[in-house]
């Protein structure tokens, strides 16, 4: 089933940490296998942010030696950092097997994430200039705590809480997902893409990379493949009603953006609530409520709708 | 049913009454609850465990820190009690609430409703001041529900009776499977309106979108404003002088009708020309096929 959310303010920044984690709590009987949030919040200029995993959260209870192989591919990883003359300013462990980084750096990021990525075990959840993308195993009150997002400034944010039922439940798997290697995009996905492996297959000969086997994914690639042709995000929306057969609503976030498509049948549910002030929308409307308990009016866009919004 | 009396319906357990209704061997034959009805007995025409209730008895609750299940089982309690006029406050897009009344009873809600709102009930009237979500009252048999603003998808699905009426517009799949009673959208509605419908009637006075009324059996849909594209099997039909007076007396009665009347509105019936219309043999259908 899964929900999604989505918030975006007009013009001013606000703790989009914890509403999206009220309206995630709000959709967790929707999907309690994870959550993940992408967040836009405010960074210094040419700063990088960088979210990564170094193992799977299982692999913690299960893993011998797991904490020694951690602190190697930590290790590994600013060193490659180093090696492609990125200037590490921060660097924190959000939980043992997830980090935060903030990094300057002006040479190619593609070249530079897909040499991280070769490190066993090590996968890049963001890299972007106001993009944090942060999802682990739990309801959303639970990794809100765990990473400390209560407190998250931002102006921007789309959030997921998942039920797993064409993958894995694991970090791997959730959502968001970052449209590798593009710059601050990020995708939340509820429904079921139908040609998922021809379109795949599609996208992999085009020289793209996938890191699971979750269809949601390649809403991710094919935004991210549009976007670096030059495609704006409202028409590559409009594409993917066209072109992804299925079922499906998503909502897509840039740097500055938010945006939303339906399928052609209008099957996966999304309310929406507009105002001078911000947008909010959710699989459900209690989300909303969860944000905004006075008495608002809503709507679902229909079927092959298309929106984007400007924060 | 013969030889069961009201009286002693009403002192049965649920599982009695089950069998004594005719219901126990339903899981097995397929067939569905059968009560012949006699029109000189006032009683077959409400539920006999259904409680009495007195309209001028009126409480209101509020519904912010209660769960749906909590507020399900007050409202059940309260209607045992005699309460006849109910009035739910902040529900806040809850789901699921004032499903399964199948008694008289003036329930309003002022705030909207999530998913299921007013499902399965047979005679309340039902007033909602805001939206509701997916499958508002369905598989309603009778009674009246009122949305002020806007509703989601399958809005009346497998409607059986009763009036639904909402203010603002629906989204996709209005009225699917619906078997009867009527569908009121004082504004626009989405895709796949009327699909396979069975019976009863849809009134849409704004926009109709794509593929309305697809593969309809029976009953009739009307729209005001412009359908995007009709369906499978969905044709346009012609109005009669009865119809014309049923469609503005209807629409008056939910202060909906268009100032400039129902004249402009399009009638849409289904074409009977689907598989389902014939009466040949599966075997017969694959040698023409």
Known sequence: ?311 | MAGVSDSQLKKMTQEERVKALGMATEQLSGRSLFIEFNADEEDRFTYPWAPEVDFNKRIEINADNMASTALNEKMRELMTEGYGSIVIKNPRGKHSLGVGILNRLNLIFEGSLGYFAVGLIDGPNVRIKGRVGWSCAENMMSGTVVIEKNAGSTFGAALRGGDLVCGGSVGSRTGIDMKGGTIIVGGDAGALTGFMMQRGRVIICGNAGKNLGDSMYDGTIYVGGEIRSLGVDAVPGEFTDLEHSWLSRKLRQFELLPEKGVDHFTKIIAGKQLWNYDNLEPTEKKLIL
């Not at chain 1, 998922?196 to 935004?223: I, K, N, P, Q």
């Open chain 1, 1 to 311: 089933m899964c929900g999604i959310a989505g918030i975006i303010h007009r013009g001013k920044s606000s703790n989009v940490g914890s509403e999206m984690t009220a309206m995630l709590q709000a959709l967790k009987h929707r999907g309690p296998d994870s959550t993940g949030f992408a967040i836009y919040g405010e960074t210094k200029p040419g700063d990088f942010l960088m979210r990564i995993k170094v193992a799977e959260k299982e692999d913690m209870d299960k893993g011998h030696g797991i904490l020694d192989r951690i602190k190697e591919r930590i290790s590994e990883v600013d060193k490659r950092l180093r090696a492609h003359d990125a200037t590490i300013k921060e660097s924190e462990n959000a939980t043992a097997y997830a980090l935060r980084y903030v990094i300057s750096h002006d040479g190619n990021i593609k070249e530079m994430a897909q040499h991280l990525e070769e490190i066993d075990g090590v996968e890049i959840l963001s890299l972007g200039n106001r993009l944090e993308l942060i999802k682990d195993l739990g309801d959303a009150a639970a990794v809100s705590e765990a990473y400390g997002l209560g407190s998250y400034e931002g102006t921007h944010a789309i959030g997921h809480a998942r039920m797993a039922t064409e993958s894995d439940v694991d970090i791997r798997s959730a959502h968001p997902y970052w449209a590798f290697p593009y710059n601050d995009v990020s995708v939340v996905h509820n429904g079921q893409i139908t040609n998922y492996w021809s379109m795949r297959r599609e996208m992999e000969r085009r020289g793209h990379r996938f890191t699971s086997d979750c269809d949601s994914e390649l809403l991710a690639v094919f935004t991210a493949h549009n976007l670096a042709h030059g495609v704006s995000l409202e028409e590559s929306l409009r594409r993917s009603v066209q072109e992804i057969d299925g079922v499906f609503t998503y909502l897509v976030a840039t740097e500055n953006q938010l945006g939303m498509a339906k399928d052609a049948m209008a099957a996966k549910p999304l309310v929406l609530y507009e105002s001078d002030e911000l947008i909010a929308m959710a699989s459900e409307e209690v989300a909303i409520r969860a944000i905004l308990p006075q008495e608002i009016d809503t709507h679902d866009p229909y079927d092959e709708e298309v929106r984007v919004w400007q924060a």
